[in-house]
């Protein structure tokens, strides 16, 4: 079979909710236009040069059986987790947290500064790994590095592997690839991507044509790929910037009720149960050591859930 280049399947403008305790976000994955993109849950993007859009946060909260994705591209959130991690994302760095078994944060914008925008994404985890230890990778934006595509593109690598430099966020279940590109007005930025992955753009400054066709598509929109070898987008008149992600999809039974992701019902009444009587965070700080609880988590098989 001769290489591939990937049609655009589907696009999807986001929609304006409110989260948190108050934020306003644009959301593509998640709404009501598109429930799940397998295995890709949420895309929120948050962005405003009003405080009083996104002051007010994401108190404390919880999440389980899922990773959530934070890339800031302007100002600062505060977070920290019952894990014991606390620290500021800013500009260009970004948080890839695996919630695992359970996570209580919080994520906070900095009140000084006008302007906060990013992306928060979240991304499935396989029902086998749904109760695995909890982790963060976190990277300062000077870690990850920046390399030039075809076309004079510059493409910031997240995850996964540009121009032959790999992203420093690794060991994810779903093998993604996750890219900040931006494309010269007028130029081609072609990208492989590997067969029977989902993959999808999310346009976020100027327009251009995302697939062989040359339709024009223009920021905001989530543009969903159809399957192939490769990704061929070409900028208009203006520079074009978009994130290009993909991953391995799951094909499992996805059971949600709101920061829980899991397989069946019951073991979303578990998540509920286990946050009503305290036994929600099932890895403290200091016990970074195998527990009593850790390995027997760890490998519990398919066969062991409901
Ligand atoms: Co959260």
């Given at each position: 079979?001769?290489?591939?280049?990937?049609?655009?399947?589907?696009?999807?403008?986001?929609?304006?909710?409110?989260?948190?305790?108050?934020?306003?976000?644009?959301?593509?994955?998640?709404?009501?236009?598109?429930?799940?993109?397998?295995?890709?849950?949420?895309?929120?993007?948050?962005?405003?040069?009003?405080p009083?859009?996104?002051?007010?946060g994401?108190?404390?909260?919880?999440?389980?059986?899922?990773?959530t994705?934070?890339?800031?591209?302007?100002?600062?959130?505060?977070h920290?987790?019952?894990?014991?991690?606390?620290?500021?994302?800013?500009?260009?760095?970004?948080?890839?947290?695996?919630?695992?078994?359970?996570?209580?944060?919080?994520?906070?914008?900095?009140p000084?500064?006008?302007r906060?925008?990013?992306?928060?994404?979240?991304?499935?985890?396989?029902?086998?790994?749904?109760?695995?230890?909890?982790?963060?990778?976190?990277?300062?934006?000077?870690?990850?590095?920046?390399?030039?595509?075809?076309?004079?593109?510059?493409?910031?690598?997240?995850?996964?592997e540009?121009?032959g430099?790999?992203?420093?966020?690794?060991?994810?279940?779903?093998?993604?690839?996750?890219l900040?590109v931006?494309?010269?007005?007028?130029?081609?930025?072609?990208?492989?991507?590997?067969r029977?992955?989902?993959?999808?753009?999310?346009?976020?400054?100027?327009?251009?044509?995302?697939?062989?066709?040359?339709?024009?598509?223009?920021?905001?929109?989530?543009?969903?790929?159809?399957?192939?070898?490769r990704?061929?987008?070409?900028a208009?008149?203006?520079?074009l910037?978009?994130l290009?992600?993909?991953?391995?999809?799951?094909?499992?039974?996805?059971?949600?009720y709101?920061?829980?992701?899991?397989?069946?019902?019951?073991?979303?009444?578990?998540?509920?149960?286990?946050?009503?009587?305290?036994?929600?965070?099932?890895?403290?700080?200091?016990?970074?050591?195998?527990?009593?609880?850790?390995?027997?988590?760890?490998?519990?098989?398919?066969?062991?859930r409901?």
């Amino acid at each position: 079979m001769s290489p591939q280049i990937r049609d655009v399947e589907r696009m999807v403008e986001p929609v304006m909710v409110s989260e948190g305790a108050g934020v306003r976000l644009k959301r593509t994955i998640a709404s009501r236009k598109l429930d799940y993109l397998d295995p890709f849950l949420l895309l929120d993007h948050f962005g405003s040069d009003n405080p009083a859009d996104y002051l007010a946060g994401f108190p404390m909260h919880p999440h389980r059986g899922i990773e959530t994705v934070t890339y800031m591209l302007e100002g600062f959130v505060r977070h920290k987790d019952s894990l014991g991690n606390a620290g500021t994302i800013g500009p260009g760095d970004v948080q890839w947290m695996t919630a695992g078994s359970g996570i209580m944060h919080e994520e906070m914008p900095r009140p000084d500064g006008n302007r906060m925008y990013g992306f928060q994404l979240w991304v499935n985890l396989p029902a086998k790994r749904k109760m695995t230890r909890p982790r963060y990778q976190e990277f300062a934006a000077d870690k990850i590095p920046e390399v030039e595509g075809d076309g004079g593109s510059r493409v910031r690598v997240v995850a996964g592997e540009a121009a032959g430099v790999q992203g420093p966020v690794r060991e994810i279940a779903i093998s993604p690839t996750y890219l900040d590109v931006e494309v010269p007005a007028r130029s081609t930025f072609t990208h492989p991507v590997e067969r029977g992955h989902t993959a999808f753009a999310y346009a976020f400054e100027g327009q251009g044509s995302f697939g062989p066709n040359g339709e024009v598509i223009s920021a905001l929109s989530l543009v969903i790929y159809g399957d192939g070898d490769r990704v061929q987008v070409r900028a208009g008149k203006e520079p074009l910037r978009f994130l290009l992600v993909s991953g391995k999809p799951l094909h499992e039974p996805v059971a949600r009720y709101g920061p829980f992701v899991m397989n069946t019902r019951e073991e979303i009444q578990q998540a509920l149960h286990d946050l009503r009587d305290g036994t929600f965070v099932k890895v403290q700080p200091q016990t970074e050591s195998d527990s009593w609880y850790g390995s027997a988590l760890l490998d519990r098989k398919e066969g062991d859930r409901g």
